[in-house]
């Protein structure tokens, strides 16, 4: 018979060799573990936040319950509560969860003295199921739960996909080169669940049931708060997972990027050109292969003979300056060496000792080794800090991996299947913590990829390299709403597409000026591509060093020809002009998580038809934009919301609570402003 116990303010259970722990966690939330040792991990994973205002009522109880053949028997049930969540576990261990007395989510359970239905209580589907790795001492785990029928789910973090509704998705829990996991989930029915897990392993939000699973790991570990709006959710999940500082006002501007600047003239000549247009650039940004090779982590001295004078320059000019840093050391780095007999790199479980192999034969650096992690930063540091480099754009941070086979690596911390899906997370950390010691400034470095509670840690997080079409674009609207919903506020894309094959194509540079409209109503407006047709000679014939690799096309505003140039100089100077409004989005980021970008139901959760609207947004509280997604489309439909909403090409106002047609050429984007 199973037993309950008082742990403190937790109720404890034991159920056939697994150990459950629920307590309060935070306001209104709870957190579930459970294990199939004797101890718990002590982990929290994302869960790094004082879990302030929990307080919690448990009660247990005895009741009777007949079986088939007539006998009855006395068993335990039990409850905790915590503000407006409680959680029941009936007398199989099946946990169901409660807002306001009303039921939000069940564990799934088909077996015979667990069944949630008798009729199928033959399957032996478990709630909670342990399948031990041979040989190793983790375990798959599957989590089953009720699927809620016209339940809507969103956040998860960002999927090239269509759909911004997960229900009725499977979602790699893996990341990947413009995938990023993020594993808290935003419902309709008013709850927020976090699956406090960085396993490799997939969730399913079937029409059937829903479906976690854990491809290896030693514990089970989820949240879950309930709360009356979207705001409030995210403002209950930031609470214990931290927020994002406040966003300095001098990169709220226009970031200058482009694959690649090869040298540091180069660099200058665009700096000098926005500085004689009378354009204001924030960041210009220095991208791959500017080094020697990769794991160097230092400028190739042929093309940039004096870095600091160049930085000295551009700071002159008011521009800060970024730098790329890979995670992957080249076997003929002079960091691989001492890296590899320290310990420092990744492991392979069997086979050759590769783990990338983009230009080089590369191995990743072990993040989770502590000692890594301060090894990198300290060259990163002598290399391009004391040279006066304000930040780094910290790419290839998933990792990427040569075949994305997670059952090959290996960290000092354990094997990958268990626990990668925290390395781009603490790859960030290696700089954001050391960085932190040494300004006063709030820390902002570029990574393409994250994890829960990123956002704590400085991260502009972007959207990798996705194609230049209007299909991608209208993916990001999706992704970066998500984004959002996931807790991630600092978010940008490769304004037009990361590959694109012809700049002089009409197409592209129809969608390169919809792509900026977009960007300018989004978090961080910043210029990046690698623009064909790739046909500018190397400086170098070597096969390594900072001249030999590609070039593409160049990509500043005034590089597509006057007309297009004309509007983006409209739509940069429109930035510039709601910097104070952007400043305020930023400040509310910081003070309660929420994001710029926000899905229509996040500003009305009580419109029905905001729930079902994934290709227009609102950019804070006052815009909303609808962004153009279709090549030569030139009117669009948008939906209003209650209230008096301004159209700022016309400043025509419309009523709310109704769907509108407005036109939307070239040089313009509908944007709407709330009276």
Same mark, same amino acid.
């Given at each position: 018979m199973m037993k309950f116990l008082k742990d403190g303010s937790a109720l404890l259970f034991l159920h056939?060799?697994?150990r459950v722990r629920i307590e309060p966690w935070g306001q209104d939330s709870l957190r579930v573990r459970a294990s199939m040792a004797p101890e718990f991990s002590g982990k929290d994973w994302a869960l790094t936040e004082p879990a302030a205002g929990a307080a919690s009522e448990i009660a247990i109880e005895r009741m009777d319950v007949t079986w088939d053949d007539g006998t009855v028997e006395t068993r335990e049930l039990a409850s905790i509560v915590n503000g407006r969540i409680k959680a029941v576990v009936n007398?199989?261990?099946?946990?169901?969860?409660?807002?306001?007395?009303?039921?939000?989510?069940?564990?799934?359970?088909?077996?015979?003295?667990?069944a949630i239905s008798r009729e199928s209580r033959c399957l032996k589907l478990v709630s909670r199921e342990w399948k031990g790795i041979t040989g190793g001492s983790e375990y798959t785990l599957n989590v089953k739960f009720e699927s809620g029928k016209d339940e809507?789910?969103?956040?998860?973090?960002?999927?090239?996909?269509?759909?911004?509704?997960?229900?009725g998705c499977v979602l790699e829990l893996a990341q990947r080169n413009s995938q990023v996991s993020i594993p808290f989930a935003v419902s309709s029915f008013g709850y927020g669940f976090l699956w406090n897990n960085p396993a490799v392993g997939r969730v399913t939000f079937g029409k059937n049931y829903y479906e976690w699973i854990a491809r290896a790991t030693r514990?089970?570990?989820?949240?879950?708060?309930?709360?009356?709006?979207?705001?409030?959710?995210?403002?209950?999940?930031?609470?214990?997972?931290?927020?994002?500082?406040?966003f300095p006002e001098d990169l709220m501007g226009l970031w200058q990027c482009k694959l690649r600047y090869r040298t540091q003239e180069e660099v200058l000549s665009v700096a000098r050109k926005y500085r004689e247009e009378g354009i204001k650039l924030d960041q210009i940004v220095i991208d791959f292969f500017h080094w020697t090779v990769q794991g160097d982590w230092k400028f190739d001295k042929t093309y940039w003979p004096d870095p600091k004078a160049m930085v000295e320059e551009l700071h002159a000019m008011g521009i800060k300056v970024i730098v790329s840093v890979w995670p992957t050391v080249d076997r003929r780095s002079e960091n691989f060496g001492p890296m590899w007999e320290q310990g420092l790199l990744m492991r392979t479980e069997r086979g050759a000792l590769q783990t990338y192999d983009f230009q080089g034969d590369c191995v990743e650096i072990d993040v989770f080794n502590p000692e890594a992690r301060r090894y990198i930063w300290e060259v990163c540091r002598r290399n391009y800090c004391d040279l006066g480099i304000d930040s780094f754009w910290l790419d290839n941070s998933e990792p990427d991996?040569?075949?994305?086979?997670?059952?090959?690596?290996?960290?000092?911390?354990?094997?990958?299947?268990?626990?990668?899906?925290?390395?781009?997370?603490?790859?960030?950390?290696?700089?954001?913590?050391?960085?932190?010691?040494?300004?006063?400034?709030? +820390?902002?470095?570029? &990574?393409?990829? !994250?994890? @829960? /509670?990123?956002?704590?840690?400085?991260?502009? *997080?972007?959207?990798?390299?996705?194609?230049?079409?209007?299909?991608a674009?209208?993916?990001? +609207?999706?992704?970066? &709403?998500?984004? !959002?919903? @996931? /807790?991630?506020?600092?978010?940008?894309?490769? *304004?037009?597409?990361?590959?694109?094959?012809?700049v002089n194509d009409p197409d592209f540079r129809q969608l390169l000026v919809r792509w900026f409209q977009f960007a300018v109503y989004s978090p961080v407006l910043r210029m990046h591509g690698d623009r064909g047709p790739h046909n500018i000679p190397a400086l170098d014939q070597r096969s390594w060093g900072g001249g030999y690799l590609q070039t593409g096309q160049p990509n500043e505003l005034w590089s597509y020809g006057e007309e297009t140039y004309a509007i983006l100089r409209k739509y940069y100077d429109l930035r510039m002009d709601m910097r104070g409004y952007i400043r305020s989005l930023y400040a509310e980021a910081h003070e309660n998580g929420s994001p710029l970008l926000r899905a229509m139901f996040y500003e009305?959760?009580?419109?029905?038809?905001?729930?079902e609207l994934q290709d227009q947004y609102m950019f804070g509280g006052t815009y909303l934009a609808a962004p153009i997604l279709r090549l030569n489309q030139f009117r669009?439909?948008?939906?209003?919301?209650?209230?008096?909403?301004?159209?700022?090409?016309?400043?025509?106002?419309?009523?709310?609570?109704?769907?509108?047609?407005?036109?939307?050429?070239?040089?313009?984007?509908?944007?709407?402003?709330?009276?």
């Open positions: 056939q060799g697994e007398y199989a261990g099946v946990i169901s969860f409660f807002k306001d007395g009303g039921l939000i989510l069940q564990e799934y359970c088909r077996a015979y003295d667990g809507k789910i969103f956040g998860m973090g960002q999927y090239q996909q269509e759909y911004m509704d997960m229900k514990e089970m570990d989820y949240w879950i708060t309930a709360a009356g709006t979207p705001r409030d959710i995210l403002f209950n999940y930031t609470a214990v997972t931290g927020r994002a500082e406040m991996l040569g075949v994305y086979d997670f059952d090959h690596y290996r960290y000092c911390e354990g094997p990958a299947l268990a626990i990668s899906n925290l390395y781009p997370q603490l790859f960030s950390r290696a700089f954001y913590e050391e960085m932190s010691r040494r300004q006063d400034t709030p +820390v902002v470095n570029l &990574l393409r990829c !994250g994890w @829960a /509670g990123s956002q704590k840690y400085g991260n502009v *997080i972007w959207s990798g390299d996705i194609p230049s079409t209007f299909e674009l209208a993916d990001q +609207v999706q992704c970066g &709403l998500n984004m !959002g919903l @996931a /807790g991630i506020p600092w978010w940008t894309t490769d *304004i037009g597409g990361f590959m694109t094959d012809d009305f959760p009580g419109d029905r038809k905001c729930w669009r439909e948008v939906y209003l919301p209650a209230g008096q909403w301004e159209l700022t090409s016309t400043g025509e106002v419309f009523r709310g609570e109704q769907t509108v047609t407005v036109d939307a050429p070239v040089e313009y984007m509908p944007v709407f402003r709330r009276l």
